[in-house]
Every structure is written in C-alpha cells, then in structure tokens.
C-alpha cells in the first residue's frame, strides 16, 4: 500500500520502497544512493532508472525486502561488490535449506513473482495486494511475534559476513589461481545435500586437508573472535570462491601497478622482479 501510495503522485524514483522500508531519505547512506554497503543494491534491482521501468524496479524491492524479512538475509548475498551484482544480473538466488524449509510455496511463489530478471514479468502494485501470500498472511502467520526469530537470523546473517569476508581476503592473498579451483571442488565433494554452504568448520578441515593450515587457522581466530552467539556460521563456499577470485585479480593489479609507479620513479630497474616479491603467491 505504502508503494502504490508513492507511485500515486509525481516525482517518483528508484529505490522508493526500499527507502521506504529502512526509513530513510534519499541521500548518503540509504539504498537508493547506494548506502554504506554494496548489499543496498540487491534491494534496488538490475534495470536503468529510468521512468518506464520505477514501478518494475520498486516491486523487485519489496521482492527482497520480503525474502529479508522471511529468512533474514538478502538474497543477492556475497562478500564483494562483484559477486553481489553477477548474482543480481542473472536473479541469482535461492530458497536455502534450512533457513527456507519452514516458510510456505505461496510466501516463495510471492518473492519469485517479484525477483523476476525481466520487469515487466514481474508483478505490479495491484497485483501484488492481490496475490494469495498477501491476502492470507495475517490468517497463515505462525502465532506469536516473529521478531526474535528475525532478529537471531539477522544477526547471525551479519558476523556471518564478516568472517565470508575475512576468508576471502585470506584465501586471495595466499592461494593461487589452480588452488583455488581445487578448494571449490573439494567444497562441493563435501556437501552431500548440495546446498551451497558449508560450515566454518568444514571449510577450515577442507583447507587443512589440502595443506593450507595457516589460513585455516587464520579463519578459526577470525571466527573465534566474531561468533557472539551459539551455534555455527554457514558459509555460501561458492559466493566465497567468486569473491576470492575477484580480490585476487584486484591484489594483481595492485602489485603491478606498485611496480611500474616503482619502475617509473626510478626505484627499481625490474618491474617484474619487484612484482614477484609483493604479497601474491607465485605461480
């Protein structure tokens, strides 16, 4: 109702109804400007803003405003920038066990109608008032506040993000290109249900198994030192893997352009050999 209300008037923009959920105004650090954190973009969808496609854009908001609020965790999650706008550009997501086992097919039906990678596939305002989730939410909601349940998965969902995040860094810094590769095999040889997580602690075994035991024991302080609360982090292993990869590639560059700035200062007659003694693994 808030949406169609917005959408009522003139001036409308991208990014309404996310602003509208986070209460915020447009400006720094709310999803429409971007925000603090690349994840805001998940919630402002893949398309142009331009006039023709607002109403599109703001229904994929509520889209992932809504697949938020069921399982408290965006649905375009990654530890870099990068991976979080491949997943948005091909409506990557998915309805992950266990987080997504209790929540009914008309909620998920609902989120689907709304992520649609093409806008005018997606639901409008009317419509989506009208859908059957919407309807019979307050009928079908399980008795009690879902607050606190909200709030433990939120939460979790952020220390969470912190470690992907560290693992990421550490495992640019310190494997190359083939290894890399070999520990997202390992990763999907060890998840039996193909889910698309593992724990923290799989993945520190995994690392251990393939003879990187410094970097898992860099993940178990760095998960030591952020877990509040009891229980285990489940890793998205090949979110992590692309956001690697990607920091990887960035960790190249930078060394590169260190030794030609090097080279053109006249502080090193080798560029290359400057390069091969930087932070990155040799090949």
Known sequence: EVVRHLHGGVGGRKGAAADAFFARSPGKGSPAAGGPSSLAEGFLGPE??????????????????????????????????????????KADYAFDPPFWSKISEEAKDFVQQCLRSTPGRRLTMDQAL?????????????????????????????????????????????????????????????DVGQSGFLTATDLRQILIGLGHSETAEALGKCSSKTLRHPGEAYMDYLSLAESARARR???????????????????????????????????
Request: aromatic share 10%; with cysteine.
């Open 130 to 190: 009208q859908h059957p989730w919407i309807q019979s939410l307050a009928d079908n909601s399980p008795s009690g506040s879902m607050l606190s349940s909200f709030t433990m998965n939120l939460r979790r969902f952020y220390w969470t993000s912190i470690i992907e995040a560290c693992a990421a860094n550490s495992l640019a810094s310190t494997l190359k290109p083939g290894e890399l590769e070999r520990l997202h095999t390992r990763c999907r040889e060890a």
């Open 249 to 283: 590639v960035r960790l190249v560059e930078e060394e590169l352009w260190r030794a030609f700035q090097e080279f053109a200062d006249g502080g090193s007659d080798d560029p290359a050999g400057a390069s091969s003694t930087g932070r990155m693994p040799a090949e």
């Open 48 to 89: 142009p803003d331009v006039d023709a496609l607002l109403i599109p854009a703001d229904t994929w908001s509520v889209g992932a405003i809504a697949f938020l609020l069921l399982c408290g965790y965006p649905p375009f999650y990654a530890p870099c920038r990068f991976a979080i706008l491949s997943r948005i550009d």
